[in-house]
């Protein structure tokens, strides 16, 4: 079973934490990382997607950054 995340932050050095420990947790980079201009707040907002194989079923309840 393939799980599927949408990892997001302001372009910071959290951001770049919040995918490494995901990484470290098994976690596998899916396509590029994405940017964009929040105006409202006039912050930078990144993106990355990541994907993870897991031995349980999926279920909608379940807690993904557990995984």
């Given at each position: 079973?393939?799980?599927?995340?949408?990892?997001?932050?302001?372009?910071?050095?959290a951001f770049c934490h919040k995918v490494s420990e995901?990484?470290?947790k098994?976690?596998?980079?899916?396509?590029?990382p994405t940017m964009t201009f929040d105006a409202a707040r006039g912050a930078v907002r990144c993106g990355q997607a990541v994907?993870?194989?897991?031995?349980?079923?999926?279920?909608?309840?379940?807690?993904?950054g557990a995984q």
């Amino acid at each position: 079973m393939k799980i599927y995340r949408l990892l997001t932050d302001d372009d910071t050095s959290a951001f770049c934490h919040k995918v490494s420990e995901a990484l470290a947790k098994g976690w596998e980079l899916h396509g590029d990382p994405t940017m964009t201009f929040d105006a409202a707040r006039g912050a930078v907002r990144c993106g990355q997607a990541v994907t993870k194989d897991i031995d349980t079923p999926y279920t909608p309840d379940m807690k993904l950054g557990a995984q």
